[in-house]
């Protein structure tokens, strides 16, 4: 193996073990900034160490040693935390105990369900409420996404610099609120859940639809969303709506290939070839759907939601889509979210089960929402049904005005066309 390989194959095991890495540290030295700092300590040993020594047979137990005697050192000269120097002298002591007493197996055991806990108390702590949403989403995805800042930056079209102050400020009042590492108490775990959840879902909804940019898509976003699911749901495996997101993330996820077209112009749910829909993607989703409905989770926001996306996914041809059933669950959604965007779409719903003026006389209701004032999909959703109505003049200025207040260039590009056809055809 070359040194190329070796610095590779680092950064690879690198990736793969922070959050693992974070997560143990935090534990430990009960601060996340430093926790962050211990890890890439480790990881500059390793650039140094392995080049020479070869990759160790277990490199993440390789890095979490040196990190904790690098904490320990740090707790050392700073002269603090009396008990955490020795809670960590005696866990490694522990480990080299065991090690020399030939009971590695079951230390490992002992250390998967330490990570398996500390993992969870992580995001937790990367999601908790008292930071700004944009704070949860980027620190989310440095500690447990494993991204850099420069991929964050670029995955949201953000300045990196910005990227990198909203990731400080997040530690510094994480620290300075003395945020625990533990799991919430019962009476604030619905709260901090919700939000755990809502920043995993952000950040799907990005990869899946980007707010920005020239691309209509972010696939590694919807990845690094779907990986924190899934690993949430294995560490939170009695919580209905983690399976639930879980779900709605698989099946939207299946339709990746056929949502964007060799020039990356979008292709519509219902002009899709659902032969290029993923089929395990959508047995995976289908089962974690049962898992939240088993649990007694079928009207949370994040079931509902999957449950729609499961009528699609069940629908051989968009013919065969049973548009009654999806107006059906987007009316229990919005009772379940009050919100008027589910609305809107129980709208869509409404016009492929009753026909396009029974959705349209919804829509109309939502023109004054304040909440969708600058929400792009109103004029374009009204301008579908006002075309299919023959209105076309009417339909062709939703058109122009959903592009205006769109960011997507992509999506620009379709809805001044469909304005343009509106008006030749009017």
């Known amino acids: 193996m070359t040194a190329l390989d070796v610095e590779r194959a680092i950064h690879t095991v690198f990736r793969m073990e922070a959050a693992r890495l974070i997560a143990g540290l935090t534990r430990v030295v009960r601060d996340v900034g430093l926790a962050e700092e211990l890890a890439q300590d480790a990881l500059v040993a390793a650039l140094e160490h392995w080049p020479s020594e070869g990759v160790p047979d277990n490199p993440g137990a390789w890095l979490m040693t040196t990190a904790k005697r690098r904490a320990l050192d740090e707790l050392r000269r700073g002269k603090r935390l009396t008990r955490k120097h020795e809670e960590l002298g005696h866990e490694l002591e522990a480990d080299a105990l065991a090690e020399r007493a030939g009971v590695v197996q079951k230390l490992d055991e002992k250390l998967d369900d ?6 969870l108390r992580l995001l937790f702590i990367a999601c908790h409420p008292i930071l700004p949403t944009e704070a949860r989403v980027a620190l989310t995805l440095r500690l447990l996404g494993g991204l850099t800042t420069d991929e964050i930056a670029r995955a949201f079209l953000t300045p990196e610099p910005t990227i990198a102050q909203r990731i400080v400020r997040a530690k510094r009042s994480l620290a300075e609120a ?6 919430p108490r019962s009476a604030a775990l619905a709260e901090r859940l919700s939000s755990v959840l809502g920043v995993i879902y952000l950040i799907f909804n990005e990869g899946y639809s980007a707010t920005a940019g020239d691309d209509l898509m972010r696939p590694s976003l919807c990845e690094d969303a779907l990986r ?15 399976h639930g997101l879980v779900a709605l993330m698989e099946l939207q996820a299946s339709r990746t290939l056929a949502r964007v077209g060799a020039s990356g112009e979008a292709i519509l749910l219902l002009e899709q070839n659902r032969g290029r829909w993923d089929q395990l993607l959508i047995r995976r989703g289908l089962l974690a759907l049962g898992r939240a409905e088993q649990l007694g989770g079928a009207e949370g926001p994040y079931a509902l939601q999957a449950a729609i996306a499961a009528c699609h996914a069940r629908a051989r041809t968009a013919e065969a889509t049973d548009w009654a059933q999806i107006a059906a669950l987007y009316a229990r959604l919005v009772v379940a979210t009050q919100s008027p965007i589910v609305e809107l779409n129980r709208a869509v719903a409404v016009a492929m089960a009753e026909g396009p003026q029974a959705g349209l006389c919804i829509i109309d209701a939502l023109v004054q929402e304040p909440a969708l004032a600058s929400y792009h999909l109103l004029p374009s959703v009204r301008g579908d049904l006002l075309e299919k109505l023959g209105r076309r003049a009417e339909a062709a200025q939703q058109f122009e005005r959903a592009a205006s207040l769109t960011k997507n260039v992509r999506e620009r590009a379709v809805l001044l066309g469909r304005a343009s056809a509106c008006r030749d055809g009017a």
């Open 114 to 119: 330490e990570v398996g806990d500390d993992l």
């Open 228 to 242: 924190l699911g899934r690993i949430l749901a294995e560490l939170a495996s009695n919580e209905p709506e983690v």
């Open 178 to 183: 003395r945020v625990p590492f533990e799991m």
